[in-house]
Structures are given as structure tokens and as C-alpha cells.
């Protein structure tokens, strides 16, 4: 299934790095947000994305920088991470913000030391 | 206390077992609701929607109850492939009925099917 995708799929990184997540979605919905998932927690809502607009960040540190240049790429830029933000980071799309059924990408899975 | 509180479990049932699965949710505005399935390294992928009145989609009947703020989930017959993690979802609607796109997932139940 190659609905949402996410590059790369895994991603070590040190704390003093700079790298970015990607996500494109091949369904021609118009809304898209990122989530992380650490082990024993719920999925979190990090941000939401309507028509390239940010529409919500959910209280997100400043190191995690969001962009969504049109409806079908996200972005998430990461810098001075905390070995605490290791964790597997998803990205979904739905076809309109009010559309309930999200579609996931099969996640980044980010490891900081 | 959890916005969407569900028992982690781990369940382990036998093939063709019945096993149930509850959830509470503390947002008396939750509107929708949902089961999402997550499988091991996988992503979440909706299983089903939980409506009102009841639903039921094959061996999977989802249940709400909301003046006690709770979702069930009831699978039958269970199969291997069902081992999986199961995610209880809400998700909140505007007072014009839109939704605000936010869903909010409980911690998932790991049901673990065995031979």
C-alpha cells in the first residue's frame, strides 16, 4: 500500500543534528498531521495541517518545526532533539479536516542518542 | 485521568475464542468513535467505526454507550491474524457538526491469538 509514505523509515541522529522527516500522500486529500508514538503511550497529535495551513500544534517544543508546502508533502524539521523524543513518528492524511478515517504512513522511527 | 483509558491487557486467547474489549472516554463532547488496528511495527489502520445503536461488521461488534462514556469492542471466533494491537478513538465535533480533526487514541489493548 503506497497511499502515505514517510522517508526514511528509520533515522539515528545525535542531539547537536539537524535532520528532516518527509511524508507525501498519493490520495488527493487535503489535510495532514504528524503524530508521535513512544512505547507505552497513546498515539499524541503533534500537528494538523489543512490546505498547507497550519490549523493546530498540540503544545509541540520548538525543535520540531513543521511544513507543508502543498496538500500532499509534510514535513518535519528536527534539531537539538532530547534523547526523550526517540520514538516512531507517523504521519496521516484524511480528505478534508472534518473527515474522521485518517490514513497513516508507516511511521519514522527516530532514535536520538 | 486519560482522556480515552483503555486495559492494556495483554490479552492471549485461544483460535476461536470470543474476546472483549472496553473503553472509557472522559470527554463528555467526544461525538465519534472509533477502533483502529495497529499491527506489530505497523501503522494504525481503521477498523471500524462505533456507532450509536450498535454495530457490526462480521466477527467485530462495536458498542457505545454514552451516558456511561464507554466503547466496547467484541471479536468472535477469533483467528491468528487477529493478534494485533486494538486503539479505542475519539474524536470531538464543533457545535456545527464539523469535526475538529483531532483524534484522540487510547493506549491500545494487545490481543494476542494462539493455536
Known amino acids: 500500500e503506497t497511499g502515505v509514505t514517510q522517508t526514511p523509515r528509520h533515522l539515528v541522529m545525535g542531539m547537536t543534528n539537524k535532520k528532516s522527516l518527509k511524508c507525501e500522500q498519493h490520495?488527493?486529500?487535503?489535510?495532514m498531521y504528524w503524530y508521535k508514538q513512544s512505547a507505552k503511550k497513546p498515539l499524541e497529535l503533534m500537528f494538523v495541517?489543512?490546505?498547507?495551513?497550519?490549523?493546530e500544534n498540540n503544545s509541540v517544543p520548538s525543535r520540531f518545526s513543521p511544513e507543508c508546502p502543498n496538500s500532499s508533502h509534510l514535513f518535519l524539521h528536527l534539531h537539538t532533539l532530547q534523547p526523550e523524543d526517540s520514538a516512531l513518528y507517523l504521519c496521516?492524511?484524511?480528505?478534508?479536516?472534518?473527515?474522521?478515517?485518517?490514513?497513516f504512513g508507516p511511521g519514522t522511527r527516530l532514535l536520538v542518542l | 485521568r486519560k482522556e480515552v483509558e483503555q486495559d492494556p491487557g495483554p490479552f492471549n486467547v485461544p483460535e476461536g475464542a470470543t474476546v472483549a474489549f472496553n473503553c472509557t472516554y472522559s470527554?463528555?463532547?467526544?461525538?465519534?468513535f472509533f477502533w483502529y488496528r495497529q499491527d506489530c511495527r505497523k501503522e494504525p489502520k481503521l477498523l471500524m467505526s462505533?456507532?450509536?445503536s450498535g454495530n457490526e461488521d462480521g466477527r467485530f461488534t462495536a458498542q457505545l454507550n454514552r451516558a456511561s462514556q464507554y466503547i466496547s469492542l467484541l471479536i468472535r471466533d477469533s483467528k491468528l491474524s487477529d493478534s494485533a494491537t486494538y486503539l479505542c478513538?475519539?474524536?470531538?465535533?464543533?457545535?456545527?457538526?464539523?469535526?475538529?480533526?483531532?483524534?484522540?487514541f487510547g493506549q491500545g489493548t494487545i490481543l494476542t491469538v494462539h493455536p
Open positions: 490520495l488527493g486529500h487535503n489535510a
Open positions: 470527554n463528555s463532547a467526544s461525538q465519534s
Open positions: 495541517y489543512n490546505f498547507k495551513e497550519q490549523t
Open positions: 462505533v456507532y450509536s
Open positions: 478513538v475519539v474524536n470531538m465535533r464543533k457545535a456545527g457538526g464539523t469535526s475538529y480533526g483531532k483524534l484522540t
Open positions: 496521516a492524511s484524511s480528505l478534508r479536516l472534518a473527515e474522521e478515517t485518517q490514513y
